[in-house]
């Protein structure tokens, strides 16, 4: 809800990926379009979608008329959404194999160094390496297309998630999800928090 200013999505299929970057408007106004109607649609027929990413962005740092600084944001194979701010990015550069960004946002730094940490699944020393060297706070989501697997975390505890069988939904704010259309109809589902520092991995390779 605080991000207006631009919006991005990210439709993640067994096959591919697509993501779809607009630089003026806002979600309300995207969810009801045309535009996102007939893709839900084109999805469903196909019963191929695995994963659904919307981030609406506040502009800060990057202009927003460049749709590639809107997110999700794509470097090496990761697709990912920070709601946060870096505010030493060029130190965290410094501590990566890119050394340098492509684009104009602080959150791209963050993906970089998680790109590389991925490899070996060692997500314990990300975290370790943000909590080290971080200025600034972060809650990120992240899909890696080379293993099929999704990450999250957040360094202020502004990340919420419910878990249904093969279904897992996740906000930085709780009140989207306790308004969902699944709450409705099974109020039983816990939403839960993630605390800060922590992570979580699903492998939706499975």
């Known amino acids: 809800r605080r991000g207006q200013d631009s919006l991005g999505l990210s439709s993640i299929t067994p096959l591919s990926h697509e993501n779809i970057k607009i630089s003026e408007g806002n979600l309300n106004a995207f969810l009801g379009s045309g535009r996102f109607k007939t893709a839900v649609q084109d999805w469903s027929q196909k019963n191929e979608l695995k994963a659904l990413f919307v981030f609406n962005r506040l502009e800060i740092v990057g202009t927003k008329h460049f749709a590639d600084n809107n997110g999700p944001i794509e470097i090496d194979g990761i ?13 965290m550069w410094e501590l990566s194999e890119h050394k340098t960004p492509t684009l104009d946002v ?3 730094v963050l993906f970089a160094l998680l790109s590389e940490y991925w490899r070996d699944q060692r997500f314990y020393d990300y975290i370790k390496l943000l909590k080290s060297h971080l200025k600034g706070s972060f809650t990120l989501a992240a899909y890696d297309t080379k293993t099929k697997s999704f990450f999250f975390s957040t360094n202020t505890g502004s990340l919420y998630y419910i878990e249904d069988n093969a279904l897992t939904a996740f906000s930085s704010e709780r009140c989207f999800l306790v308004e969902s259309e699944l709450l409705k109809i099974r109020p039983d589902i816990e939403v839960k928090q993630l605390e800060p520092w922590a992570y979580k991995v699903i492998d939706f390779a499975k």
């Open 79 to 91: 697709i990912g959404m920070h709601n946060g701010i870096v505010c030493n990015a060029s130190h």
């Open 106 to 108: 602080d959150s791209e």
